[in-house]
């Protein structure tokens, strides 16, 4: 009977969990690059709905110099 080759779990498994040191780094990157994806989708959204009510939208507020 031959040996079938896994599935994409066993495949998984065996590139990111069999060692410890290669786990622990896959999950430290992926809740790094994680967190940036989440941050700059939430940034967008963020920016996209508040066009007009910002700070620098404002002419006589955004556009002061340093006062010296």
Not at 31 to 55: H, L, P, Q
């Amino acid at each position: 009977m031959a040996k079938t080759s896994g599935g994409l779990l066993e495949g998984a498994y065996r590139l990111l969990m069999k060692r410890n040191s290669v786990y622990v780094t896959f999950i430290v990157a992926g809740a790094f690059f994680g967190e940036r994806m989440v941050d700059y989708g939430v940034n967008r959204i963020w920016e996209y709905n508040n066009i007009g009510k910002k700070y620098q939208d404002i002419p006589v507020l955004g556009s002061r110099t340093a006062e010296e």
